[in-house]
């Protein structure tokens, strides 16, 4: 069996496959079996005669092979869908660009570049998507977006090891800040010394999320009253006293009522960066613009 001989439906599964990150997911998203996701892989993988996937405990990861093919599968996968609008009479896709973030960019710096770009580029239509940063990188090398808002934190190290390497630009970075209701004690104070985070109760996060939740290298176990991945739940259970949480240091002016945030001197620097990726290669116009508009509104932000 030659690859040529692939179908369009194999290509598509083993994109959801590379994007999604384990053979269970990607069958929900599909609405297929996981049986029914194996198979498809495995004839691809007959018509590539080399493995695409290294199964592992805790999901897949693509070979050398599969990175090749999910480039691939991504262009023709695109065109595809492109003539399929042209022939359905439908407007073409060219001032469409593609954009994934992480929660706490949807907070300001997503709206505000939207809004920059409604102005300056109402031709240009963005699909955004939310996503934790894991998510976003297998996004990108899937190619079901072209650019990510991913968070980074030290030592700021690349955001994974497949090649070739995204190409990356720091948007912003800035000190980590806790979240304390406004009648909590720590609140009367101007800033908040490392050593008064012992002994407090948190709002955390959930699963890989460092940027809202406990407060990193704490010298104790923590104790975690609530768990919650939204953000803004969090700042809620913030505001009425049911603990408090880390937050970027751009959120002060996005934080509900009652929430007050707060400086955290001593102990290391615990910086955090919001970082543009993208594949190595060039960026279509229109892509280029919303990247530009991404930058401008970071830059703002720190005016």
């Known amino acids: 069996m030659a690859f040529s001989d692939a179908s369009l439906t194999a290509l598509r599964v083993f994109r959801e496959v590379a994007e ?3 053979l269970t997911a990607a069958a929900a998203a599909l609405g297929y ?12 993988e007959r018509a590539a005669g080399t493995p695409l996937l290294e199964r592992r405990h805790d ?3 693509l070979t050398s092979a599969g990175q090749l093919v999910v480039r691939r599968a991504a262009d023709v996968i695109n065109q595809l869908d492109a003539t399929a609008r042209e022939l359905a009479g439908l407007p073409d896709e060219q001032g469409t660009v593609r954009l994934g973030w992480i929660p706490t960019a949807g907070a300001d710096l997503l709206p505000r570049t939207l809004s920059a770009l409604r102005r300056t580029h109402p031709a240009i239509t963005v699909l955004s998507r939310e996503g934790r940063t894991p998510a976003l990188i297998r996004a990108l090398r899937a190619g079901t977006v072209e650019l990510a808002l991913l968070a980074s934190a030290p030592p700021f190290r690349p955001p994974d090891a497949e090649t070739p390497a995204l190409v990356l630009q720091t948007l912003t970075e800035r000190s980590l800040r806790v979240a ?5 004690p720590l609140a009367r104070r101007e800033y908040v010394d490392v050593a008064d985070l012992r002994g407090q109760r948190w709002i955390g ?3 890989d999320d460092h940027v809202m939740g406990v407060w990193p290298g704490l010298d104790e176990r923590p104790e975690i009253a609530h768990t919650a991945r939204d953000w803004l739940a969090k700042l809620h259970l913030v505001a009425v006293g049911c603990g408090i949480t880390t ?9 509900p009522p009652g929430v007050r945030v707060m400086a955290v001197r001593g102990g ?3 910086q955090r960066r919001v970082v543009l990726a993208r594949l190595p290669r060039p960026l279509s116009e229109p892509a280029a613009r919303v990247a530009a508009a991404l930058r401008a509104a970071a830059l703002d932000t720190d005016a």
């Open 33 to 44: 079996t996981q049986s029914a996701v194996s198979r498809q892989i495995a004839s691809l």
């Open 59 to 61: 999901g897949v990861r």
């Open 20 to 22: 999604r990150g384990t």
């Open 247 to 255: 937050v970027p240091g751009a959120f002060g002016s996005v934080v």
């Open 180 to 184: 304390v209701s406004e009648s909590h």
């Open 205 to 207: 996060g959930s699963g």
């Open 268 to 270: 290391p620097g615990e």
